[in-house]
């Protein structure tokens, strides 16, 4: 069982910066892939960025490449995400998630196939 706990959103300006942050608990998390989903107001889900379990491949939404950085520390627990450049279009409760499969590779952009998900955290980037 995994526990995910997300931080670091809040109210921010267009064009500038957030790192959010997910605490997972449970001592496997260093095997699994982890990805960071969004959802606006009146809008579904979406995939925003992935990483596999050794930090080295990343995934991307296209609406978010080359602004936003994934990135997981696996002796604190803890998977980042650096968003920079942002936009009011980024405005959403960002959502962290782990796979529940050991040792992917290649994290997937596919919600459902994510096991483990947090409350999330609000950003809200304002014009």
């Known amino acids: 069982q995994v526990q995910l706990v997300e931080s670091g959103g809040g109210l921010v300006q267009a064009g500038g910066s957030l790192r959010l942050s997910c605490l997972a608990s449970?001592?496997?998390?260093?095997?699994?892939?982890m990805g960071w989903f969004r959802q606006a107001p009146g809008k579904e889900r979406e995939f925003v960025a992935g990483?596999?379990?050794?930090?080295?491949?990343?995934v991307y939404a296209d609406s978010v490449k080359d602004r936003f950085t994934i990135s997981r520390d696996n002796a604190k627990n803890t998977v980042y995400l650096q968003m920079n450049s942002l936009k009011p279009d980024d405005t959403a409760v960002y959502y962290c998630?782990?796979?529940?499969?050991?040792?992917?590779?290649?994290?997937?952009?596919?919600?459902?196939?994510?096991?483990?998900w947090g409350q999330g955290t609000q950003v809200t980037v304002s014009s």
């Open positions: 998630a782990a796979d529940g499969i050991m040792h992917t590779h290649r994290p997937s952009a596919i919600e459902y196939e994510y096991r483990y």
């Open positions: 449970g001592r496997t998390f260093s095997v699994y892939g």
């Open positions: 990483v596999g379990w050794s930090g080295i491949n990343t």
